[in-house]
T-cell receptor, first 113, second 115 residues
Framework: GENVEQHPSTLSVQEGDSAVIKCTYS??????FPWYKQELGKRPQLIID?????GEKKDQRIAVTLNKTAKHFSLHITETQPEDSAVYFC????????????FGTGTKLQVIP | KAGVTQTPRYLIKTRGQQVTLSCSPI?????VSWYQQTPGQGLQFLFE???????NKGNFPGRFSGRQFSNSRSEMNVSTLELGDSALYLC??????????????FGPGTRLTVL
């Protein structure tokens, strides 16, 4: 089955700096890669996603890159703000007639004011 | 559109008991997936239902089961509860269909504590 590794597990950055979270996946058939943000006590919420036919996607301060050959994808947050502090999960999903999403173990991001 | 809802939000049970959790997906969504979230294991996939059929299952023992109704609402049941079943149980809904890489939207979760 699919295996998703996520690094680092914790990340502290100064407000205004950039943060990068990296994930690798094992199943070359995976073709959809969402990123979720989970604030303390709240539900995971989708912040950005990318499909395997795209190498990069950007939404304001957030960007995701995908390298299919190396089977890794990354989340980039620029100009970090205290409200970016949360746990971020990457995930890999395969379109095979059923929905199965494998999540990474999460990165706790702390933005220091 | 109303979001994904889960009931109850909190539950306390004792070992050996059984529990049933409920999930109502976003209107029009036909796929419901269940996840167990624990501090040590992260988000673990339990199973996915689409049109009242279980399409996929994760690596959990048979004590964990689920079902889906014709209105897409889903329930999951855990029998013979163990201490290790204490977790946040999240459901997520998506449109479903053949292209099963639709965006999933999560509910607020049910916090289960087993004493």
């Amino acid at each position: 089955g699919e295996n998703v590794e996520q690094h680092p597990s914790t990340l502290s950055v100064q407000e205004g700096d950039s943060a990068v979270i990296k994930c690798t996946y094992s199943d070359s058939a995976s073709n959809y890669f969402p990123w979720y943000k989970q604030e303390l006590g709240k539900r995971p919420q989708l912040i950005i996603d990318i499909r395997s036919n795209v190498g990069e996607k950007k939404d304001q301060r957030i960007a995701v890159t995908l390298n299919k050959t190396a089977k890794h994808f990354s989340l980039h947050i620029t100009e970090t703000q205290p409200e970016d502090s949360a746990v971020y999960f990457c995930a890999a999903s395969y379109s095979g007639g059923y929905q199965k999403v494998t999540f990474g173990t999460g990165t706790k991001l702390q933005v220091i004011p | 559109k109303a979001g994904v809802t889960q009931t109850p939000r909190y539950l306390i049970k004792t070992r050996g008991q059984q529990v049933t959790l409920s999930c109502s997906p976003i209107s029009g969504h036909r796929s419901v997936s269940w996840y167990q979230q624990t501090p040590g294991q992260g988000l673990q996939f339990l199973f996915e239902y689409f049109s009242e059929t279980q399409r996929n299952k994760g690596n959990f023992p048979g004590r964990f089961s689920g079902r889906q109704f014709s209105n897409s609402r889903s329930e999951m049941n855990v029998s013979t509860l163990e201490l290790g079943d204490s977790a946040l149980y999240l459901c997520a809904s998506s449109l479903g269909g053949q292209a099963s890489t639709d965006t999933q939207y999560f509910g607020p979760g049910t916090r289960l504590t087993v004493l």
